[in-house]
């Protein structure tokens, strides 16, 4: 074994993340529900210390449900051993797994200066919590339109931070019974002060903290409200969790919701230079060559309105699929058919000029 490799195995996880897989051969048993996922760590920590892990293994449980198999779905760091420090999570939904967004950096976001500035609180909060004390940035309300890097940001914290980042996609805490989305709320927080510092994101935050008047509030969604305005109130210790909530109808939201985050941090479309910028550097990674004739400063400029997901998704991977099918470069046709498709808050005169 290299030097490196003893070393990998000797490291500490910090959280690995867990998928229960069932048993060997078949079994009337379909597998032991989590009910108390706390406990649930303990007791996999106490039999399985030391262990090797990494994605994709199997863990067996060698006690409660023997030869039970618990697939490693996520390991931070990739190589590593189960130690008194580790998190582990059972994996429930796919809008709660802990993960460290390596790769994406502050720098990969084009524009949004504004916003920048203000995250640098945020990193230098995650990489020194105990620093703060009672003013630390733990409640932040990333608002602008859909598609404008409120995402991008949240793992770009993540990963120069080496935080966990807890994404939930705020619909899917509604569930069939009242008190169910608030338990998960209770239990995120749970998590994410065991994975501490730590990254709670909440995308699509309207969907459950709309005000009032905009919508009839059923038994679940206020269950819901209650749970994540007491857990941001920070009635307990909270030291290194960062919420961090995304909308874009933050004037919408209920003031009881709104009045909880400390900070709100506008995301805006990019602008002309921006567009540019977003449309070079991700045509640069096209697995088909772009034709030396376009000009993508012209569609730059064709694109006034356009958030940095419509640039991506709507126009360069549509000019990129049409050229595949015609199994051709990508050149200026291709963009023009892509244009041709799009629906968005753009004057027509720009559009198609």
Known sequence: MSDSAIKASTTSAKFIVLKPAGYPMKSDFEHPEISEPRVFDYYAKEQWFGASVKKGDYLFDRRMYPDFAFEIMNVEPKHATIGKSTVIVVQETENNIPQIAAGVMLEDIVGQQGAKKKCRLIERYLKDPESFGRWAPKNILFFGPSGTGKTMMAKALSSVTDAPILTVKSTQLIGEHVGEGAARIHLLYARAKDLAPCILFFDELDAIGLDRSYQELRGDVLEIVNALLTEMDGIEDRSGI??????????????????????????????????????????????????????????????QGFSGRDLVEKVLKIALHQAIIDETVVNAEHFDHALSKIKVDAPPSILFS
Do not use: M, W
Not at 272 to 282: G, K, P, S, T
């Open 242 to 303: 960062c919420t961090i909530g995304a909308t874009n109808r933050h004037s919408a939201l209920d003031h009881s919701v709104r009045s909880r985050f400390e900070e709100e941090i506008e995301f805006s479309l990019p602008k002309q230079d921006e567009r540019l910028q977003i449309l070079v550097n991700y045509s640069r990674t096209f697995p088909v060559k772009l034709h030396e004739t376009v000009d993508l400063a012209k569609i730059a400029r064709r694109t």
